[in-house]
């Protein structure tokens, strides 16, 4: 396996953002007089992304309704974007060890930019990223390639020569339409029922630290 770049996704790869989300969801929820759920339900929701967090919510309500309170929730989690977000634990190692061996690496993620930004400018990395490419970045986003193939042109490689990390199916089906490699981040915001078996991945990291392993391997 012939790697050059390393792709992650944001939440739930890079990122565990699933406390600052939780606690804009519970706010919410109190604005709104309804119920606060449990954490390990939205975070198993959280790469589904801001709807389906939603919808998890107030699951009777639906168009302009549900969009106003996604709205509502979205702005609580701008407030609230770094409270509790941090790389996930293991993970640091791997990132010093891309910067050390000057491999180049990047982030793909259906987060809009504006969340993005605000969350990573917290962030100061050993390197860089050389390519960060969000929801809104092109007119389409993951599983659709072209977000994919842009990344590869950023970092300065073809897209055989990437491999993609992520915590969701789409993850894994953007790599594969754009003919990367890639590896299921099963420490991520996965459902409890999920399996290797359901991810057509090369590759499975159920730890951060499996995944620095891996690209000490590199």
Known sequence: MSIKCVLFDLDGTLLDTSYDFA???KLT???YKQPVLNYQDIRSTVSKGGLAMTQLAFPKLQDEE???RRQVFLKHYLDNINHHTQIFPGLDSGL???AAKNIPWGIVTNKPSHLTEELLKNYRFKSK???VICGDTLPVRKPNPDPMYLAAEQCGVKPEECIYIGDHPRDIEAGINS???TAAAMYGYLPTEA?????PADMFFHTPYELSQFIKSL
Do not use: F, H, R, V
């Open 29 to 31: 929820c109190q604005e």
């Open 195 to 199: 399996t290797q078996k359901d991810w």
């Open 23 to 25: 606690y804009a969801l």
């Open 129 to 131: 990223p050389k390519s």
């Open 96 to 98: 010093e060890i891309l």
């Open 179 to 181: 003919g990367m490699k």
């Open 66 to 68: 549900l969009e106003t």
